[in-house]
């Protein structure tokens, strides 16, 4: 059975940093593309950030230049260090592995940027 388990989510002021986690059983991260996706209320879940199998990355325009995915083979773990936090980073975040025609998310966690 594969499960995604995020954590790392909370409250925290504008500025500051917060690192998510998401630990995979049942699946290897490094032979799929691991994304974060974001949902806030009222709106549509969106694309944060993407590393493919071989490690290369993709980030929203948003979050260029603040937050950074990384991979951690040997633990199976794929991580999200945010940076400079806004109050329009606040939602919840999910982690999500894709693979042809599979396809796994977590289960979130919520990320609330206030002061």
């Known amino acids: 059975q594969v499960q995604l388990v995020e954590s790392g989510g909370g409250l925290v002021q504008p500025g500051g940093s ?7 059983s049942g699946i290897m991260f490094r032979t799929y ?8 209320p009222g ?8 590393i493919s199998s071989s490690g290369s990355t993709v980030y929203a325009d948003s979050v ?24 329009e980073d606040t939602a919840v975040y999910y982690c999500n592995a894709a693979r ?11 990320v609330t940027v206030s002061s």
């Open 43 to 50: 709106k549509q879940r969106e694309l944060v950030a993407q």
């Open 100 to 110: 042809q025609r599979l396809n796994y998310w977590g289960q979130g966690t919520q």
């Open 33 to 40: 593309a691991t994304d974060w996706y974001r949902q806030a």
């Open 64 to 87: 260029k230049g603040r937050f950074t995915i990384s991979r951690d083979n040997a633990k199976n773990t794929v991580f999200l260090q945010m940076n400079s936090l806004k109050p």
């Open 18 to 24: 917060l690192r998510l986690s998401c630990a995979a």
